[in-house]
């Protein structure tokens, strides 16, 4: 609440004197030497705001709502890792049991297409159905969308908020916000309580989305989006970053496919494709192998044929097995085939990640 | 024509044998030595293909067609690098004037969606007025509307048929071919006169349309489609590959997103996008400068803030120029704002190519 210290301030004087509690006990020629402004200096002498934290925290308790500090051991993890994490963290509800499990941001336009709408819903449905906490910002569109898909799927998720956890925003979304809380979600937020929407708020809001999360899927974001600033924060927050791709004829798509032509953001199909760029023991637990029946029997599932394969694929499929890689020679001359037949079958395999090829035209079958 | 021989075996037998011509005056020893098959032989033998040849020569003439020879000079040099280049090539209208300027390749489904037509329009209509060739391969759906989009701009455009050059498939393309012939374009056959649409002859078709090309763009492809083999085939003839994303939702992107996500094809937004991955020299010459007014003053146009830039984005453009790199955190520290702020601001810059940004976040204008 000091007037003129934002996170880095707050952390510069926590470092300079140990606790905020030291701060407050400061001289004038200490707070001086540390280059503050005069109404910092002021408002810190005069302690007159400790008695409105100390409502603050009250306000809070009374709310069912916590506040974390950036010392405290429980303060989320991974938040505290990029550049300007937030002093103070507002939570309500089972902030700690969401933020036990993956977390993946899920962001995009408050004006999304039906498009949009529907690819949020239906990723955040898939991720968190299998225990992956989605976090977005509560906001119209796209965040109301992912919001919605993680509580069909009957899972948790994350609201960060850009205002005080006391004003819901927009405020037709109180009951969306009821509803993460009473399905084991929770609500976060830097704000003090009754800090109603300011726009300069939403991108220090977006940071907080993208530092409480291993990467941030964009759904859908025009030219000059709040979501491409946030792509950018989680590049420089060195989180994953991932894009859905979508019609170059849509305005709501330019956004997505420009961070994957231009910057490094991974194409996102399907939910198997943002598991598979979390960290490899989460998506080993949760990606399940290619062939999941008859698991007793190890050799007659790798005898079996897959369904719906053309004859050629077929043929390459028997060719291969798990373990000797092949090259495309090998199998050209084992199969009779010319490479162009052989590269469209090895093509179709590999889409159904049935194949995978290794470095220099080795071809295996996944297991 | 001769039983048995395919294009490497062509290749092979002119290394043994030097010419066509010798190959016919070898004795049945050297032939039996090089382990053709017996009835290629007896075919080669007697000879009696030669007068089909010539007559074919003739017909081929009389159409106002011709063929080339793969060790004539005029042979296409790009087509003569991939692996296996077809030996003769039927060409008819203005081939050497289509090859002499860059060769782009677009191809996709033939049952694709408005989007996917609408998209290979619009690209072939942007860079055939541009004088860049298009190559695509006459079929319904993306390959009709690329040559269409081509002869909109009064540009070139080659058809490769999988056909004899007589026998336009699918028969209502006619007229296209007419046309196509009418505005200096050529029409491109590897298969004798009389030929007719037979599956298997596709995959060879579409390994030329790739070889006459610098490059491929796929429009529109689902899971198992020709368009994805001739990507792959592009890419083992070291061609770029290029996709255009589309909704994740539609069958008909499923292939293209596929390439862009899992295959190193490069994300295709806009005919700039296609013309910047050619040879620097065709780029240079075909990509104009961002700003193109008032090059007689270059201060003044240097001084101008372009229109359209929101307050932050102005005050970052004018802190910046075009040959001194300034890194984030100059611009955080002239600017006065956060890292945040700055992020949007560069990435809108960026998205407009108003700005470029260096390795180790350094950011120049774009001239």
Request: glycine share 8%; proline share 6%.
């Amino acid at each position: 609440m000091t007037p003129g210290i934002g996170p880095r301030a707050a952390v510069a004087l926590l470092e300079r004197f140990g606790s905020a509690e030291s701060v407050f006990h400061a001289s004038r020629a200490e707070l001086e030497s540390i280059r503050l402004r005069p109404e910092t200096i002021e408002s810190i002498m005069a302690r007159d705001l400790l008695e409105r934290a100390a409502a603050e925290i009250e306000q809070t308790r009374a709310l069912g709502a916590d506040i974390l500090l950036l010392d405290d051991g429980i303060y989320p993890a991974l938040l505290r890792e990029i550049f300007d994490p937030p002093i103070t963290l507002y939570v309500q509800g089972a902030w700690e049991a969401c933020l036990d499990e993956p977390t993946v941001a899920m962001v995009g336009s408050r004006r999304s297409s039906t498009y949009g709408q529907n690819t949020a819903l239906m990723l955040a449905r898939e991720l968190a159905s299998r225990g992956i906490t989605i976090i977005s910002g509560l906001a119209r569109g796209i965040d109301a969308a992912a919001h919605r898909g993680a509580l069909e799927a009957r899972g948790r998720t994350i609201a960060v908020m850009g205002t005080g956890l006391d004003q819901v925003y927009p405020r037709d979304h109180r009951k969306l916000a009821e509803e993460i809380l009473e399905q084991g979600g929770a609500l976060v937020s830097e704000f003090p309580l009754g800090t109603p929407p300011a726009p300069q708020n939403f991108p220090y809001r977006n940071r907080v989305i993208s530092g409480l999360s291993l990467g941030v899927l964009i759904i859908e974001a025009a030219e000059n989006s709040g979501s491409l600033i946030t792509a950018r924060m989680a590049m420089e927050q060195n989180r994953e970053v991932w894009a859905v791709p979508g019609n170059i004829t849509s305005r709501n798509s330019f956004g997505t496919n420009y961070l994957i032509k231009g910057a490094g953001a991974k194409l996102i199909q399907q939910w198997q494709d943002i598991v598979g760029e979390l960290p490899p023991d989460i998506a080993a637990r949760l990606l399940p192998p290619a062939v999941k029946k008859g698991e007793k029997n190890l050799a007659a599932q790798l005898s079996l044929v897959p369904e719906g394969l053309t004859g050629t694929e077929q043929a390459i499929f028997k060719l291969l097995s798990t373990d000797t890689p092949l090259h495309i020679d090998q199998l050209a001359e084992a199969s009779k085939m010319t490479v162009s037949e052989l590269s469209g079958a090895l093509l179709g395999l590999e889409m159904r990640e049935l194949v995978r090829q290794l470095p220099g035209k080795c071809f295996v079958r996944r297991l």
